[in-house]
């Protein structure tokens, strides 16, 4: 099993859909979560990162789930400008710090 | 400007050459990453760092070696043992969590080296 697993995509919405991404972790003493975007080409970039008391940043919000080891994002009104690559990240948990991608959910917002 | 930088750009290497990726950072943060990412895929951890001469294996070290002689810096060697080399190469940093907080912690990355074995 992945250590982070994420929905393989990709994703194909309208402009002004509602998409959700969803990320499961192995790891239960993991310490942090991010959401990053990656461009094609580019590095990746961080969205936001992800608390339990789940956190909303505009359009976007992102829940975290410990007891069952889940992570979410959610997209509102999606914007053509919103197509990329999501990739959800987990800080290890064990005093090695290692920081574990999950493999991305391609998103494609259509006209 | 704080920032992490990687270089160069882009690295054209005859097969059986070792070739050296360059990462400086001046964020002072104490942990260091390198990942690799193929065409289409996620990012795969090839060693990281949490503190000068010290590093660890990630999940893909093979046919790669690091140092860590500076905190600023975490070159990458991408050796003749590695077969399949031609890739695209991240380098990342950040702080490490203190004691119980978590906070801040996420990882800032360089442009990345787009390395092409021929």
């Known amino acids: 099993r992945k250590e982070v697993e994420q929905d393989p995509g990709p994703f194909n919405v309208p402009e002004g859909a509602t998409v959700a991404f969803n990320c499961t972790y192995s790891n239960s003493a993991s310490q942090s979560f991010f959401w990053y975007r990656q461009d094609c080409r580019k590095e990746p970039k961080l969205l936001m990162s992800v608390y339990s008391s789940g956190n909303e940043d505009g359009r976007f919000t992102a829940q975290l789930n410990r007891a069952s080891q889940y992570i979410s994002l959610l997209i509102r009104d999606s914007k053509l400008s919103d197509s990329a690559t999501y990739l959800c990240?987990?800080?290890?948990?064990?005093?090695?710090?290692?920081?574990?991608f999950g493999s991305g959910t391609r998103l494609l917002v259509r006209p | 400007d704080g920032g992490i930088t990687q270089s160069p750009k882009y690295l054209f290497r005859k097969e059986g050459q070792n070739v050296t990726l360059s990462c400086e950072q001046n964020?002072?943060?104490?942990?260091m990453y390198w990942y690799r990412q193929d065409p289409g895929q996620g990012l795969r951890l090839i060693y990281y760092?949490?503190?000068?001469?010290?590093?660890q294996k990630g999940d893909i070290a093979e046919g790669y070696s690091v140092s860590r002689e500076k905190k600023e810096s975490f070159p990458l060697t991408v050796t003749s043992a590695q077969k399949n080399p031609t890739a695209f190469y991240l380098c990342?940093?950040?702080?490490?969590?203190?004691?119980?907080?978590?906070?801040?912690?996420?990882?800032?990355f360089g442009q990345g080296t787009r390395l092409t074995v021929v």
């Open positions: 760092s949490q503190i000068v001469n010290d590093f």
């Open positions: 990342a940093s950040s702080i490490l969590p203190s004691g119980g907080g978590r906070m801040n912690t996420e990882a800032f």
């Open positions: 990240v987990v800080l290890g948990g064990d005093s090695s710090y290692k920081l574990i």
């Open positions: 964020l002072n943060h104490d942990a």
